[in-house]
C-alpha cells in the first residue's frame, strides 16, 4: 500500500512569487532532511558504538572547545544565510507594486466578498463607511470623478501575466485575503488599508490540464475564524487570457449607474386648439 500524497498538497504555484516561496520552502525541508538523517545517525551510532560492555571503562570527557565552536559556528552560518534570503525574498514580495499593475478593492465583511475595479484611470474613487447604504454597499463616494469608471463584482477576474494590486478593506472584523493557489495572503483590518500584488502565470483552464480536475477552480478565502459563517466567506476566481478577460469586464456593472435621460416629452398636436380658438366666420 503506497499513499498519494500529492492529491493532498496544492498543485503548483500560479503566481510568480509563489514560485519563489515554494523553492525557499523546498530548500528548508531539504535541509531538515538532511540535518534528520545525520543526527539520527549519530544518535544511535554513539548509543551503540558506547554502549555498557562488561570490562569497559567509560572515559571522562568534560567538554571540547574546538567541538563545541563547530556545532556551534556550522548552524549559525546556515541559518544566518537562510534568513537573509528570506528576508530579502520577503522585501521583493512586499515591496512597492509595479507603476503598472491593475488596481483592484477586496471588501470583506461577515460573510462575503466584494471585489471593485479600478476603471479606465485604473485609480480607485474614494470611500467611507459613513457613506455604505444599501445601494453604496462599499461607501463609495459619488462626487469623486475616479469612482465614475469604477466596477463591482462578486467574483474576482484576473488576465494572465499582468502586474495586479489588491487593496484590502474590511467592514467589521479582521478579515484575511488568501489565495493559495497564488500563494498570497493578507489581513484585511477594519480602519486601515492593507495590499498584496502579484502576476498571476497560469489561467484556470491549464490548472485544469495541470492538475488531472475539470472542476478545478481558483478561491479566494478567509483565513481568520471570523463568526459563524466562516465557512462560507469564499470567492470564486478565475485567471484567464487579457482578450477573454476584456469580454467580461466589459459586461459588468459601474457602481453607480449612469443617469439614464428622461424620454422626451411628446410634442403637443396644437392644430384642433388652433381651430376652437380661431374666430368664426
Known amino acids: 500500500?503506497?499513499?498519494?500524497?500529492?492529491?493532498?498538497?496544492?498543485?503548483?504555484?500560479?503566481?510568480?512569487?509563489?514560485?519563489?516561496?515554494?523553492?525557499?520552502?523546498?530548500?528548508?525541508?531539504?535541509?531538515?532532511?538532511?540535518?534528520?538523517?545525520?543526527?539520527?545517525?549519530?544518535?544511535?551510532?554513539?548509543?551503540?558504538?558506547?554502549?555498557?560492555?562488561?570490562?569497559?571503562?567509560?572515559?571522562?570527557?568534560?567538554?571540547?572547545?574546538k567541538l563545541e565552536l563547530i556545532w556551534t559556528a556550522v548552524p549559525a552560518v546556515v541559518l544566518m544565510g537562510l534568513i537573509v534570503y528570506g528576508l530579502k525574498l520577503w522585501t521583493d514580495i512586499t515591496g512597492p507594486a509595479p507603476?503598472?499593475?491593475?488596481?483592484?478593492?477586496?471588501?470583506g465583511k461577515q460573510f462575503d466578498w466584494t471585489a471593485r475595479y479600478s476603471g479606465e484611470d485604473n485609480t480607485l474613487g474614494h470611500s467611507n463607511f459613513k457613506m455604505i447604504t444599501d445601494e453604496n454597499p462599499l461607501g463609495v463616494d459619488a462626487a469623486d470623478a475616479a469612482a465614475k469608471d469604477d466596477k463591482i463584482t462578486r467574483e474576482l477576474y484576473l488576465p494572465v501575466n499582468t502586474p495586479v494590486v489588491l487593496k484590502i478593506h474590511s467592514r467589521d472584523i479582521i478579515h484575511s485575503v488568501y489565495l493559495p493557489h497564488l500563494r498570497s495572503q493578507m489581513n484585511a483590518v477594519p480602519g486601515m488599508e492593507t495590499q498584496f500584488h502579484f502576476i498571476p502565470t497560469i489561467t484556470t483552464d491549464s490548472m485544469k490540464s495541470i492538475t488531472g480536475n475539470?472542476?478545478?477552480?481558483?478561491?479566494?478565502?478567509?483565513?481568520?475564524?471570523?463568526?459563524?459563517?466562516?465557512?462560507?466567506?469564499?470567492?470564486?476566481?478565475?485567471?484567464?487570457?487579457?482578450?477573454?478577460?476584456?469580454?467580461?469586464?466589459?459586461?459588468?456593472?459601474?457602481?453607480?449607474?449612469?443617469?439614464?435621460?428622461?424620454?422626451?416629452?411628446?410634442?403637443?398636436d396644437t392644430t384642433k386648439m388652433a381651430e376652437a380658438v380661431a374666430p368664426k366666420a
Open 1 to 65: 500500500f503506497t499513499l498519494d500524497s500529492k492529491k493532498y498538497l496544492l498543485p503548483v504555484a500560479a503566481s510568480e512569487h509563489g514560485v519563489l516561496t515554494d523553492n525557499y520552502l523546498n530548500m528548508n525541508f531539504a535541509l531538515i532532511l538532511v540535518v534528520f538523517v545525520i543526527t539520527q545517525i549519530l544518535l544511535f551510532g554513539f548509543a551503540y558504538f558506547y554502549r555498557h560492555r562488561k570490562g569497559k571503562k567509560a572515559y571522562f570527557y568534560p567538554d571540547n572547545h
Open 99 to 107: 507603476k503598472d499593475a491593475m488596481v483592484i478593492e477586496i471588501y
Open 214 to 268: 475539470d472542476k478545478f477552480s481558483y478561491i479566494l478565502l478567509c483565513n481568520k475564524i471570523c463568526g459563524v459563517a466562516h465557512y462560507n466567506m469564499r470567492m470564486n476566481v478565475v485567471v484567464t487570457s487579457k482578450e477573454d478577460f476584456m469580454k467580461w469586464y466589459k459586461d459588468q456593472p459601474l457602481v453607480f449607474a449612469p443617469a439614464t435621460p428622461a424620454p422626451a416629452a411628446p410634442v403637443a
